[in-house]
């Protein structure tokens, strides 16, 4: 059994895909299919049910999945002990993030990660259904690290570190017959159409707990995955919206007021996975993270 073996079946196994898990770890699909079979073939079972639309585990290679993973992380480890004697990491580091992360210069972040330690390779990824879609990929192994907003408390095998913090505002177009005002409740929100993101990302789930908190309900009217183009919807006129501090501030044609009777806190924090050894590329990256907040 090669390590080459086990991480080609683990992301076949995350990916649930054999193309697209080629294309992760940058080889032809033909060559990831080899390896799977060679593996089955000397353990002697099925590890994926192969005919369905997505490939699925047996039980087998359910049984194998998490062993693999620990495999996988030791041979890390181990290749870190070994860069960092001779003085320079090397390895992927994978990095979940979200679609907009205003309070912290991520760019710059990972720009100046990358001076200090060009023998690693950095990946970002963003999960369509927000911050809830990358704690699911720290747990399942498939990131390192990620920068999330996780209102509450977080799951048991994941630790948050909170970097930032912003209130949410109501954001409404300058015609609104709120805009002359600088507060409001969450009373005279209820019946009115919102823009927000999708269930799954922080700011929605802070606001949905808001209202259920207060016994209120509210439409959605439209959903966007990105909430730094939540005020450019609000001052074409296609709803109000409950958006971070920073989302609207300086934006013409929108104005911003207080919500007066509701915890409406949107949080920013580092999300990291418990029960398992941090990598040493992840290490220096949480390490330089605090040069970089506001």
């Known amino acids: 059994m090669e390590l080459r073996q086990l ?5 076949v196994a995350e990916e649930q895909n054999f193309t697209r898990a080629a294309a992760r770890l940058h080889v032809v699909q ?3 299919s080899a390896a799977v079979k060679t593996l089955e073939r000397e353990l002697g079972a099925p590890l ?3 005919n369905s639309k997505r490939v699925l585990l047996t039980d087998a290679g359910a049984a194998l999945l998490p062993r693999a993973r620990i495999a996988l992380d030791a041979a890390r480890d181990a290749r870190d002990a070994v860069a960092e004697v001779h003085g320079g990491l090397r390895g992927t580091l994978r990095i979940g993030t979200m679609t907009s992360i205003r309070l912290l210069r991520l760019p710059s972040l990972l720009g100046e990660f990358h001076r200090r330690h060009p023998g690693v390779l950095l990946q970002t990824i963003a999960a369509p259904s927000g911050s809830q879609g ?5 747990a399942e192994r498939r990131l390192d690290l990620a920068f999330v907003s996780l209102p509450g ?5 994941i630790h948050l570190t909170e970097l930032a913090r912003s209130v949410i505002d109501l954001a409404v177009p300058d015609d609104h017959p709120f805009a002359s005002r600088e507060s409001v ?4 929100l209820a019946g009115l159409d919102f823009i927000d993101s999708p269930v799954g990302f922080g700011n929605r789930a ?4 808001a209202f259920a908190t207060a016994g209120l309900s509210r439409r959605v009217a439209i959903e966007i995955p990105d909430i730094a183009t939540g005020a450019d919807h609000v001052r074409h006129g296609l709803g109000i919206a409950l958006l971070p501090r920073f989302v609207v501030a300086d934006t013409k044609g929108v104005r911003a007021l207080t919500v007066t009777d509701a915890d409406l806190d949107w949080t920013l924090s580092l999300a990291i996975p418990l029960g398992r050894p941090v990598g040493a590329a992840a290490r220096a990256l ?3 993270t605090a040069e970089f907040l506001p």
């Open 48 to 50: 994926l049910d192969r």
């Open 185 to 188: 409740t969450l009373g005279e």
């Open 7 to 11: 991480e080609y079946f683990v992301a």
């Open 134 to 138: 990358l704690i699911d990929a720290l």
């Open 30 to 32: 033909s060559a990831v």
């Open 153 to 157: 408390a977080p799951p048991a095998d």
């Open 286 to 288: 949480i390490n330089l």
């Open 206 to 209: 802070v606001t949905d707990r």
